[in-house]
């Protein structure tokens, strides 16, 4: 039986947020900006579930602001480039996944930066589904980029929104955050859509959400195989959507480093700082399919390890990788969720930093 390895980017394979650390470089107090948008991306798709409107888009809200900064494809692709962070052994990680099986990168993340990452692991760059834009193909008027960055400006000093527990309507939020919610709205769907700018609002499509989901049928499709043949691994809020299809349709899920969106989502959470523990499960899933599997990673240690069909090589290199002890592997459970949500965003942080690490 054939079976597929599906993994998400930025989280897995690399500890970069490249459209966060692209605003920080490019448009002053980026930081703030992107963070303050990333939580508004967070509140369209997960708490008010607007119409239209998917997780990820960030990356298309932030495009009009970058181009007003001069941004071009060969900026995207250089920057990411130089930038690129591995997490540790993820690139021997696939290899070693590939050697077995058919393995696919789904991301958010821009092509110029998955074009770069995947010549720094020698991953074919036809396995990956991701956001395609041409910065190039967009012009804007000089009025229109000054409108831009006094938009930046403002966006940068707004309040970063918390999302209260349980929240499900806007008026679950406290008043500054309603006001910040009703001016982003104004500056995207209404200011924006109607310059010249609104293009790429309405021409860029992320792969994030809905469409990651997209990607993995269109995966299976191509392949002629079951849902229930396929691994996924993500981390973030992006992820939640292909998650939920891949668990009903019988296949393994698996959280990497994942946020409280991933924990919530996924069936098993990896708290690792070396990608091999994914090269691993894949490898168990290969050989056992998913309800072997799970017996092993529900009895983690080294002597199920041993006992299972691993060949000596994965298990020699996660030795190797691992001389302080097995990186932690559990069962997502009702029980443990909490502990483990908050116990994966602490190490999420200090893997990728503050910043990175608390976006959604």
């Not at 696919?104 to 821009?110: D, E, H, K």
């Not at 995207?188 to 469409?211: C, D, H, T, Y």
């Not at 296949?251 to 069936?267: C, D, H, P, Q, V």
Request: charge should be negative.
């Amino acid at each position: 039986m054939s079976r597929v390895f599906i993994s998400d980017c930025e989280g897995p394979i690399s500890k970069n947020d490249n459209a966060f650390e692209l605003a920080s470089h490019y448009i002053p107090r980026g930081d703030r900006f992107f963070t303050v948008i990333s939580r508004y991306d967070d509140v369209l798709a997960d708490v008010l579930k607007r119409r239209g409107y998917k997780a990820g888009d960030t990356l298309k809200l932030i495009l009009p602001f970058l181009k007003a900064y001069g941004v071009t494809n060969n900026e995207m692709q250089s920057f990411s480039a130089r930038t690129l962070m591995l997490m540790p052994h993820s690139g021997e990680a696939l290899q070693q996944v590939r050697r077995i099986t058919r393995a696919f990168i789904v991301s958010t993340s821009y092509e110029h930066y998955v074009r770069a990452l995947c010549k720094a692991i020698d991953f074919p760059f036809h396995s990956t589904y991701c956001t395609r834009v041409d910065m190039d193909s967009y012009r804007l008027s000089l009025e229109e980029k000054q409108r831009l960055m006094k938009l930046a400006d403002e966006i940068a000093v707004m309040p970063i929104i918390e999302i209260p527990a349980g929240a499900c309507g806007l008026d679950d939020f406290p008043e500054k955050h309603r006001a910040a919610i009703r001016r982003l709205d104004e500056i995207f769907w209404n200011e924006i859509a109607q310059m010249e700018a609104g293009k790429i609002l309405r021409e860029v499509n992320p792969v994030g959400g809905s469409e990651k989901a997209e990607a993995v049928k269109d995966i299976a499709r191509k392949l002629n195989v079951e849902l229930a043949d396929i691994i996924y691994v993500g981390d973030s809020i992006t992820d939640a959507e292909a998650f939920r299809l891949v668990r009903a349709g019988g296949g393994l899920t698996l959280s990497f480093n994942g946020n409280r969106y991933a924990i919530r989502n996924a069936e098993v959470a990896v708290i690792s700082e070396t990608g091999l523990v994914t090269a691993v499960i894949a490898e168990l899933f290969m050989h056992l399919g998913k309800e072997e599997t799970m017996n092993v990673l529900e009895n983690w240690s080294w002597e199920a390890l041993e006992k299972s069909p691993l060949s000596r090589i994965t298990l020699e290199k996660l030795a190797a990788a691992c001389k302080k002890g097995l990186p932690k592997v559990k069962l997502v459970a009702d029980e443990n969720m909490d502990a483990l949500i908050q116990e994966s965003e602490e190490f999420r942080k200090r893997v990728r930093g503050e910043a990175v690490g608390g976006l959604g």
